[in-house]
């Protein structure tokens, strides 16, 4: 797939986020691989590793207690392909309330072609 391609597709992905963070409904962005796990860095403290399981469910309970109260933003994004199955995506998360930032996370995505489909298979996440 071209970057172009790739580029449509993930723009689809940031817009279907925007309507999870409205309706709730993480069906859309529940993309990840059997293997898929994040990892997250935060100031002095050590790093937290989640597996798809435990990341969904942690998803599903942050987007329930953001409904109505948070806005996603993305900042920043930079997208490369390491090859035509293989897509990393760089940027910025912005969680605003009321127009005000409450947190900034720099997001590293890595995408694969996995039975057709586009799937997260690794995310690294920092606050800023």
């Known amino acids: 797939m071209s970057i172009e391609a790739f ?14 963070m409205e309706t709730g409904d ?6 990840m691989a059997p293997d898929y796990y994040v990892a997250f860095f935060t ?6 590793y989640f597996n798809r399981s435990e990341a969904i469910e942690g ?3 942050s987007v329930e207690n ?9 900042e920043n994004r930079v997208i490369r392909m390491k090859a035509a199955d293989l897509a990393i995506v760089f940027y910025e998360q912005v969680l ?8 900034r ?8 072609t996995i039975n057709g489909e586009w799937l997260l298979t690794r995310e690294v996440e920092e606050r800023i």
């Open 7 to 20: 580029t449509i597709f993930h723009d689809q992905f940031l817009q279907e986020w925007k309507k999870t």
């Open 26 to 31: 993480t069906t859309f962005v529940e993309r």
């Open 96 to 103: 605003t309330e009321n127009d005000q930032e409450k947190a």
């Open 66 to 74: 953001s409904i109505g109260r948070f806005t996603k933003k993305f």
């Open 59 to 61: 998803l599903r309970d």
């Open 43 to 48: 100031e002095n403290t050590k790093l937290t």
């Open 105 to 112: 996370l720099f997001s590293i995505e890595n995408w694969k």
